[in-house]
């Protein structure tokens, strides 16, 4: 009958969701919480606040932790896969929080696969968070200060929204683009199965401010920089010095420390190199976690 209210008018009338929203959020979403590597990290000074002035060069890897989400009464999480036994604290999990950070109608139940060793250097809750970002972006879209938000769940997290190559100074939030000269390249993610924190790590930085990170494209930064923070991960973890002189012996083009640690990665010019690496690897330490991928 003309003039009356479609079914779909009525729907929304009487739940303000969009109705594409809750049409998306009828299905479950999948969102990968891309690995974050830092292909050059330059430490310059330790700052007034506590923080260090940091210019890095982000990357991130197509492969990493997975998330579902489907639509709930109330926010929900589940943590599943290898590294869940690390994650105790539900409440307290960087995805509750970063969900806590976004207004939005209705909660979200989240199933998380946490594939990603923790205190890694991978910036494996700062993905989560990142993909929660895109997930709730998807559904609702996000609040103008989203940036802020994002930042004050940890320095990787405004990165790790877009999870695209770029340049971050001050404690890593400054984010400036960078080109994507990398992407498609081969990556092999290897750690000792030796977590360690980020806070150990600064603390036995000398000090010493070896120079700005140089400029250029992607890889010309990635192959002049250097990780200052690989020396002191090295001194507290020895397995690291082991696990890239592996990566060394594969021939990559690039091989280095990623963040604070214990995760390390190389870069190889094709495929067969980087597979025929991570069987080189597997055979001769067949206990240390190792992931593939290509940059995204």
């Not at 990290?41 to 990357?59: I, P, S």
């Not at 993610?189 to 120079?211: K, M, Q, S, Y």
């Not at 280095?256 to 991570?278: I, W």
Request: aromatic fraction near 6%; glycine fraction near 10%; charge should be negative.
């Amino acid at each position: 009958m003309a003039g009356l209210p479609s079914l779909r008018e009525c729907y929304q009338s009487a739940d303000k969701t969009p109705f594409a929203a809750r049409e998306k959020v009828a299905r479950k979403l999948r969102e990968t919480a891309y690995a974050k590597i830092n292909l050059a990290l330059h430490v310059r000074a330790r700052r007034g606040d506590g923080y260090h002035e940091l210019e890095t060069l982000f990357a991130f890897v197509d492969a990493g932790d997975e998330l579902e989400a489907s639509g709930s009464a109330q926010d929900e999480l589940r943590v599943v896969g290898e590294f869940a036994g690390a994650l105790t604290d539900p409440f307290d999990n960087i995805v509750m929080r970063a969900l806590g950070a976004l207004p939005r109608p209705g909660g979200l139940a989240i199933t998380l696969e946490k594939n990603l060793p923790v205190a890694a250097g991978l910036g494996g809750g700062s993905a989560d968070a990142g993909a929660v970002f895109r997930i709730v972006r998807e559904l609702h879209g996000l609040p103008e200060d989203w940036q802020t938000r994002a930042a004050k769940l940890g320095a990787d997290v405004p990165a790790c929204v877009e999870s695209r190559t770029c340049i971050g100074r001050g404690t890593g939030t400054e984010l400036e683009p960078a080109d994507d000269s990398l992407a498609g390249t081969p990556v092999l993610l290897v750690n000792p199965r030796i977590p360690l924190g980020t806070g150990p790590v600064f603390a036995g930085w000398d000090g010493e401010d070896l120079g700005a990170m140089p400029q250029g494209d992607a890889r010309t930064i990635a192959l002049a920089g250097r990780n200052d923070l690989q020396v002191p991960a090295i001194a507290l973890v020895p397995e690291i010095a082991e696990v890239l002189a592996a990566l060394r012996g594969t021939s990559p083009f690039l091989a280095r420390m990623s963040g604070s640690g214990a995760t390390c990665f190389a870069l190889y010019e094709n495929v067969a190199q980087a597979d025929a690496a991570a069987e080189a690897i597997a055979r001769d330490q067949p206990d240390w976690w190792q992931m593939k991928g290509k940059l995204r």
